[in-house]
């Protein structure tokens, strides 16, 4: 596979991070536009020529509520993203569970970082590990400062020195290449959507088994709650699949490009071959139950897809095949 250059893969992360910060607030801008249409036309009716009952939906009142509306969901979402962007790390390390590695602890690591960062003069990033006996491996960061490569203790136990060079060098490749910020960008934005998405659920199920009243008014009231729910439930489900629809557009190929370049940087691409030969078989980090969180893995643990909304995520995975990628490896 012909491996773009470095400052080309750069760029185009850099604009697709920028189309990602303007698609997602438009998706979420969308869903309150829907929720406030669809609301109008269910509780908007009138009779036809024959008596029979129709809905219609008065556009005029619709727009005057959502932009009434905007500025509030602009603050809000704008809030909630910097301080979800700017705590990625922390995010990150409470998902998974990882910790700062010291240099005294494993120097073989340490010395196999630097060599790499130094062959192709980047800085050094943070170095953390997780307690798992099983392999895995990932790259996060959004800048030099937080910029972090994460293993595993059963990746380092289990992988000789040349497949260790070829999985660090993968994951270096994606912090060269901006992939990381990228990542989390796309990370915040989906988080975001999924959370209130999981709130409205919790909502419509409380409403549904202890809602109820026994008087007419109470049930009339709790009914138009429901509607509601029901109708904001749409929207966030909606705006979800969007969203996943775009966390897709951050192409597959990434990973690719980070195979190639993190061949390029250990000088052995049957190294990186053969240590995602050996992860595929064992990914661990299922205990991981963000999905969004999951996607920075060097290969997805696929245990995490269970249920239909992880089934949905896997047909959206940024991840390619592992079998394609070690036979383009091997090609080399």
């Known amino acids: 596979m012909k491996y773009v250059g470095l ?29 406030y249409a669809l609301l109008n036309w269910l509780g908007s009716t009138d009779y036809d020529a024959y008596g029979n009952v129709v809905h219609y939906m008065d556009t005029d009142q619709v727009n005057q509520e959502f932009l009434a509306t905007v500025p509030f969901v602009v603050a809000i979402v704008g809030i909630w993203f910097l301080v979800a962007y700017f705590s990625n790390t922390a995010m990150v390390r409470m998902a998974t569970g990882a910790r700062s590695l010291e240099r005294r602890e494993n120097p073989r690591v340490y010395n196999i970082v630097e060599n790499l960062c130094m062959t192709c003069g980047m800085d050094m990033p943070k170095v953390n590990v997780i307690d798992d006996p099983q392999l895995n491996a990932f790259a996060s960061g959004i800048d030099k400062s937080s910029y972090t490569v994460t293993v595993t203790t059963g990746l ?49 199920f409380n409403h549904m088994i202890y809602g109820g009243g026994n008087r007419s008014r109470d049930n009339k ?112």
């Open 156 to 204: 380092m136990d289990l992988l000789n020195d040349d497949e260790l060079a070829g999985v660090i060098g993968h994951e270096l490749t994606h912090i060269r290449n901006r992939d990381t910020r990228l990542l989390i960008t796309s990370i915040v934005f989906v988080g975001i959507v999924s959370t209130v998405m999981s709130i409205i659920m919790r909502m419509v």
């Open 7 to 35: 400052q080309t893969q750069i760029t185009r992360n850099n604009q697709m991070s920028i189309l990602l910060l303007i698609g997602f607030p438009c998706i979420i801008l969308g869903m309150v536009w829907a929720f």
């Open 221 to 332: 009231n709790n009914n138009s709650t429901i509607v509601v729910l029901i109708v904001a439930l749409v929207c966030t489900a909606i705006a979800y699949l969007f969203t996943l629809l775009t966390r897709f557009a951050i192409s597959r190929k990434r990973e690719y490009m980070a195979d190639a370049g993190g061949a390029e940087l250990c000088g052995n691409p049957l190294a990186l071959a053969s240590a995602l030969r050996k992860i595929s078989n064992d990914p661990g980090l299922q205990n991981v139950e963000r999905e969004d969180v999951a996607q920075l893995f060097i290969i997805h643990p696929q245990k995490l897809t269970s249920g239909m909304m992880d089934f949905f995520n896997s047909m959206f995975s940024t991840h390619p095949d592992t079998a394609k990628r070690i036979a383009i490896l091997e090609q080399f």
